[in-house]
């Protein structure tokens, strides 16, 4: 494990295989959300997938589209994004 600057860990896993993936993880999901607004964490997922301030959908969805596999989920206490090469 390393810890960035800004204090995010990071951890990798050695692997003999062809492929690499990476996946982002963040300590945002429905456990941490205000009565009021639950599901905003799930919301926020998809959100991330569409566009931007820099970005409009078709340019991110073909950044996406050089990898062979791309999702993300929540879960009750984190929001994960996995990218796979």
Same mark, same amino acid.
């Given at each position: *494990?390393? %810890?960035? !600057?800004?204090?995010?860990?990071?951890?990798?896993?050695?692997?003999?295989?062809?492929? /690499?993936? /990476?996946?982002?993880?963040?300590? /945002?999901? =429905? %456990?941490?959300?205000?009565? !009021?607004?639950?599901? /905003?964490? #799930?919301?926020?997922?998809? *959100?991330?997938?569409? =566009? @931007?301030?820099?970005?409009?959908? @078709?340019?991110?969805?073909?950044?996406?589209? $050089?990898?062979?596999?791309?999702?993300?989920? $929540? =879960?009750?206490?984190? $929001?994960?994004?996995?990218? !796979? #090469?």
């Amino acid at each position: *494990m390393q %810890i960035l !600057d800004n204090g995010i860990p990071i951890y990798y896993f050695p692997s003999n295989a062809e492929t /690499i993936a /990476i996946g982002i993880g963040i300590k /945002i999901g =429905s %456990i941490y959300e205000e009565k !009021d607004k639950r599901g /905003i964490s #799930h919301f926020v997922e998809h *959100m991330t997938f569409k =566009s @931007n301030t820099k970005y409009n959908k @078709n340019q991110i969805l073909d950044i996406l589209k $050089t990898y062979s596999f791309y999702n993300g989920y $929540t =879960s009750l206490a984190h $929001t994960i994004y996995v990218f !796979d #090469h």
